[in-house]
């Protein structure tokens, strides 16, 4: 059974910092591209940051590049999302999601987990 599941989220004054893990299981994550999206409410899904299987390449929307991090651990078969400097702006619901293109195109997606900043 695939499973992704998020935790981390939370309420964060600006300016503070959390970090966002999402553990997997049932699949070959070694395998797969992750990512993190995330939606805040009346907005579309936004895609936040991606890291490549390896990990040896990673990409960020521009709204928070110097601010947050992709990291993966395969092992642990974990990807983290380090999130520095948070603005009300950031508040949203992060998902994570695990991507194979190959003969066949295999997406996954975690429930979800909130972030909220605000004073």
């Known amino acids: 059974q695939v499973q992704l599941v998020e935790s981390g989220g939370g309420l964060v004054q600006p300016g503070g910092s959390l970090r966002l893990s999402c553990a997997a299981s049932?699949?070959?994550?070694?395998?797969?591209?992750m990512s993190w999206y995330r939606q805040a409410p009346g907005k579309e899904r936004e895609l936040v940051a991606t890291?490549?299987?390896?990990?040896?390449?990673?990409t960020y929307v521009d709204s928070v590049l110097g601010r947050f991090t992709i990291s993966r651990d395969n092992a642990k078969k974990t990807v983290y999302l380090q999130m520095n400097s948070l603005k009300p702006e950031d508040t949203a619901v992060y998902f994570c999601?695990?991507?194979?293109?190959?003969?066949?195109?295999?997406?996954?997606w975690g429930q979800g987990t909130q972030v909220t900043v605000s004073s």
């Open positions: 999601n695990a991507k194979f293109v190959g003969m066949l195109t295999r997406v996954y």
């Open positions: 890291i490549t299987s390896t990990g040896g390449s990673t």
């Open positions: 049932g699949f070959a994550f070694s395998n797969y591209a």
